[in-house]
């Protein structure tokens, strides 16, 4: 069967080396825009690179009154745990390289001010209580929380009312590098073929019911032929969906998101001086992924601060890609959708359009809200982030990400971002389940998934708590995550 994966960011390389570890006889091609695996959004800088297990960030658990809500924050922690699992696997079969070449153990914090105080003591109530979090720490010593997170507290007065939440156990991926790595392996080791600098341009159906991929190489059109085809492309998967005539397409409009951080580099003693990721509580009208952050990054061996992101609308559905290309993917039957989410999410425009103009002089005025003094410590700078497409499904905002597959299990694709690249083995392997259901019937494809996969059920993790640590104690040894960390 010949497979064609549009997309070598971490969703399409991570299906590929999927199929092909289950399926060793499938063909697959991988079609890429750009001239290497893993440069759009799954690049080091274009993410905040936190391996999302939903210990710090606050939108993952939904307070209305005095109720809060847990079940999205442990469906992500369940997806991240069988992601380690198959970063794990890589690791121990030689696939790709050391752990720390793309994973290091990071505090993940979660700090709030005297007014949120009651909803962070809730949260660690509700959350604590729950076998995936029951290492996490909850404080509102001034000292203890200096220990924790020293740059976001140490100019910081005494006299502000502070809380925070901690979970030594978090990590800091680089997904750019371990695409990269993935994919070398795909090619040498598993017969993959990537072609880059291949700009999709439209699929459409043959009379013989293949799929028709139209593109340009270096300028040059060019054409593949495939049975079944994924698109992985992040926003250019709208486009190609609009083209592919499939009649779930009408559902589904992209509202682009765009963002940028503050940058810093640092000494490998100041980055170990901080060692975290620590997420605050969004403005009022302001996206999910815009909730505020102090990140340490390791990126090839060197380290750095991340604070953002500051989100911006750009209409464009990937960096690299202009306004045209945006306006040339909207159908008529996608204005109503657009037009109901402007009026319905108004606050949310007119949040981004103001974030867009934002001036340096502002960016540092809000980190040294979140860390008193930090912008006069380091050399920072803008950077722009990657850029994102959230779901417009039936007229309606959606956060969050959504599986695709036709009737005929000949077309799949993946829309959405956040939490994204952090549960991509999860959700590929759900989406390879549904889009290659034969290659499950065979004893050595079970096989196969068992050994890379020892727990991939959900509720399993997620109801019996020794099967859970059993699991995430192991792949945390392989992946050198460590309870606690001097």
């Not at 708590?465 to 606690?484: C, F, K, M, W």
Request: overall charge negative.
């Amino acid at each position: 069967m010949n497979v064609i994966i549009i997309g070598a960011g971490i969703m399409g390389t991570t299906f590929a080396t999927l199929a092909k570890e289950m399926a060793p006889d499938l063909d697959i091609t991988i079609l890429e825009r750009l001239d290497g695996p893993g440069e759009g959004n799954s690049s080091a800088f274009w993410n905040a690179g936190t391996g999302h297990e939903a210990n710090c960030e606050l939108n993952y658990t939904p307070v209305d009154e005095e109720v809060i809500s847990v079940e999205k924050a442990l469906k992500i922690h369940a997806q991240f745990n069988v992601a380690k699992q198959f970063w794990a696997h890589l690791v121990k079969k030689g696939a790709v390289k050391e752990p720390e070449t793309f994973i290091n153990q990071t505090r993940h914090c979660t700090i709030v001010s005297e007014s949120a105080i009651e909803e962070l003591k809730l949260r660690f109530s509700e959350m604590s209580a729950h076998h995936f979090f029951e290492q996490m720490r909850y404080s509102e010593d001034f000292d203890e929380i200096k220990s924790w997170i020293p740059y976001v507290m140490e100019e910081r007065p005494r006299h502000e009312k502070m809380a925070a939440t901690l979970v030594e156990t978090g990590t800091d991926v680089n997904f750019g590098a371990l695409t990269e790595q993935m994919a070398e392996h795909a090619v040498r080791d598993l017969g993959v073929s990537i072609k880059y600098g291949t700009h999709v341009k439209r699929v459409h159906r043959s009379p013989t019911g293949r799929w028709v991929i139209e593109a340009d190489t270096s300028g040059e059109p060019v054409q593949y032929k495939a049975d079944v085809l994924f698109v992985g492309a992040g926003g250019g998967a709208f486009p190609l969906l609009k083209k592919s005539h499939l009649p779930f397409r009408r559902r589904f409009a992209g509202f682009p998101v765009g963002g940028r951080f503050l940058q810093a580099p640092v000494s490998k003693e100041e980055a170990d001086h901080y060692r975290a990721k620590t997420y605050g509580k969004a403005k009022v009208g302001a996206p999910p992924m815009s909730v505020p952050h102090l990140d340490l990054r390791v990126v090839n061996g060197r380290h750095y601060l991340l604070f953002g992101p500051f989100a911006s609308f750009k209409p464009r559905l990937e960096r690299g890609r202009g306004f045209f290309d945006y306006l040339a993917s909207i159908r008529p039957h996608d204005i109503p959708g657009l037009l109901n989410v402007a009026l319905e999410h108004f606050p949310l425009v007119k949040y981004l359009v103001s974030e867009t103009f934002k001036g340096e002089k502002s960016m540092f005025e809000e980190l040294d809200s979140f860390a008193p003094g930090l912008s006069k410590r380091f050399d920072w700078k803008p950077i722009q982030a990657g850029q994102r497409v959230q779901i417009i499904k039936d007229g309606d905002l959606q956060m969050g990400t959504e599986i695709l597959v036709s009737s005929d299990k000949t077309y799949g694709t993946l829309l959405g971002a956040s939490p994204g690249a952090s549960v991509s083995p999860e959700v590929m392997l759900r989406c390879l389940e549904q889009l290659l259901p034969a290659i499950f019937t065979k004893e050595e494809a079970r096989k196969k998934k068992n050994e890379i996969f020892p727990e991939d059920d959900l509720d399993r993790l997620i109801n019996d708590p020794d099967h859970y640590r059993e699991i995430r104690d192991a792949v945390n040894e392989q992946l050198g995550i460590t309870r606690s960390r001097a």
